[in-house]
Nanobody, 123 residues
Framework: QVQLIESGGGLVQAGGSLRLSCAAS????????MAWFRQAPGKARDFVAR????????YYADSVKGRFTISRSNAKNTLYLQMNSLKPEDTAVYYC????????????????WGQGTQVTVSS
């Protein structure tokens, strides 16, 4: 069983920064890649960024490329999302997720999910 717990969300003004964390516990060898997704009110959950746990290769959604950085600490079993130059349209609940697949952006292919953390960006 893998447990993922996000933290670091909050309220920030447009142009500001936040750093999200996702602590993984349990059978952490069960996943090969981890990702961040987000869900805005009334909208579907969207892919934000993913990282391969071994090797660290990354991939971003176009909407966050150049502003967000995904990273991980293998020693701490923790996933991060550094978010800079935040915009009101970044407002959403952010979820971390893990998968046994190496590279995927499909929500359905992620087996493990955290409970989410709210990010609100004011204009």
């Amino acid at each position: 069983q893998v447990q993922l717990i996000e933290s670091g969300g909050g309220l920030v003004q447009a142009g500001g920064s936040l750093r999200l964390s996702c602590a993984a516990s349990g059978r952490t060898f069960s996943y090969s890649s981890m990702a961040w997704f987000r869900q805005a009110p009334g909208k579907a959950r969207d892919f934000v960024a993913r990282i391969r746990w071994i090797g660290g290769s990354t991939y971003y959604a176009d909407s966050v490329k150049g502003r967000f950085t995904i990273s991980r600490s293998n020693a701490k079993n923790t996933l991060y999302l550094q978010m800079n130059s935040l915009k009101p349209e970044d407002t959403a609940v952010y979820y971390c997720a893990g998968t046994g697949r190496l590279e995927t952006t499909r929500e359905s292919e992620y087996n493990y999910w955290g409970q989410g953390t709210q990010v609100t960006v004011s204009s």
